[in-house]
Nanobody, 130 residues
Framework: QVQLVESGGGLVQAGGSLRLSCAAS????????VAWFRQAQGKEREFVAV????????FYADSVQDRFTISRDSAENRIYLEMNNLRPEDTAVYYC???????????????????????WGQGTQVTVSS
């Protein structure tokens, strides 16, 4: 059973930066499709960023494009979300997610649907003050 544990959330002023980390048990990070989602209070969970399996293609929500960067460290079995120029509307609980591709072609699929992911972390709160 794969477990994901996020860390790195906190309170930051608008314009600031945070780096979220997601540690995985089990060595799946190098080949899994990994993603970050977020859920603001009273809203549905929304897609933030995805990194496909090796070699890895990234895709971002329009709202975070050019500000956020998703990456993975296969040796450390971690995924990261570097968040720069944060805005108050980025305030949410952030979740990392992963799924194991079912085929070589599936490795390259860019999945933004949270229902497609099998493994989830418990979430980490990010609060951006104005």
């Amino acid at each position: 059973q794969v477990q994901l544990v996020e860390s790195g959330g906190g309170l930051v002023q608008a314009g600031g930066s945070l780096r979220l980390s997601c540690a995985a048990s089990g060595h799946i990070i190098s080949t899994a499709i990994v993603a970050w989602f977020r859920q603001a209070q009273g809203k549905e969970r929304e897609f933030v960023a995805v990194l496909t399996g090796n070699p890895g293609t990234t895709f971002y929500a329009d709202s975070v494009q050019d500000r956020f960067t998703i990456s993975r460290d296969s040796a450390e079995n971690r995924i990261y979300l570097e968040m720069n120029n944060l805005r108050p509307e980025d305030t949410a609980v952030y979740y990392c997610a992963a799924r194991v591709p079912q085929s070589v072609m599936d490795t390259l699929v860019i999945d933004t649907d949270p229902g497609r992911y099998s493994y989830w972390g418990q979430g980490t709160q990010v609060t951006v003050s104005s």
